[in-house]
């Protein structure tokens, strides 16, 4: 064999063996797409969502102080910051959006989520809506635990998400 023909072979190998590897590396990073996560936190909000449109902010005391289980056994901490009544003022009985930063650490490794997301009113207790991220989007659940809307606006709720990864 000629010069030329062992060189041609061995490029050749390489550039099998790297498309190879890349192949492995797109597998892997789509198998880490669409995993379902669930999460749970505290948020406070302030001044908090009452009878009358408002806007305002809301948090997770102390950071990430809830949880985060995702199938296949990732876990970890939760949180959220983010503001509510953006477009116009909030309610208890009309609902309304707003945007969030939700954090989470799962498995050690810090995740940023910027979201908006949309909320109907206050019904059985509790309030249901939808969320859009750069990194999850699904379900949110809030339940009150300070405030009811008829003596006085909610300051307080858990949070909970059901989300997909993409």
Not at 35 to 54: Q, R, W
Request: proline share 3%; net charge negative.
């Amino acid at each position: 064999m000629t010069e030329t023909t062992e060189r041609n072979k061995r490029i050749g190998g390489a550039l099998v063996t790297a498309a190879m590897l890349f192949a492995g590396m797109t597998a892997t990073a789509d198998a880490q797409q669409g995993t379902h996560c669930t999460a749970e936190f505290i948020v406070t909000l302030d001044p908090g969502l009452g009878t009358e449109p408002s806007s305002g902010t809301f948090n997770t005391p102390g950071g990430e102080a809830g949880t985060v289980n995702c199938d296949g056994g990732g876990k970890g901490t939760a949180g959220a910051d983010g503001r509510y009544g953006t477009k116009d003022g909030d309610s208890c009985s009309a609902g309304g959006e707003g945007w969030t930063v939700h954090s989470f650490t799962i498995d050690g490794k810090s995740v940023k989520n910027i979201a908006t997301y949309e909320f109907g009113g206050l019904s059985g207790g509790v309030v249901r809506g939808r969320f859009d991220g750069d990194r999850y989007s699904g379900t949110l659940t809030f339940t009150p635990t300070k405030g009811d809307c008829v003596t006085g606006p909610i300051t307080e709720g858990n949070v909970k998400l059901d989300m997909m990864s993409h």
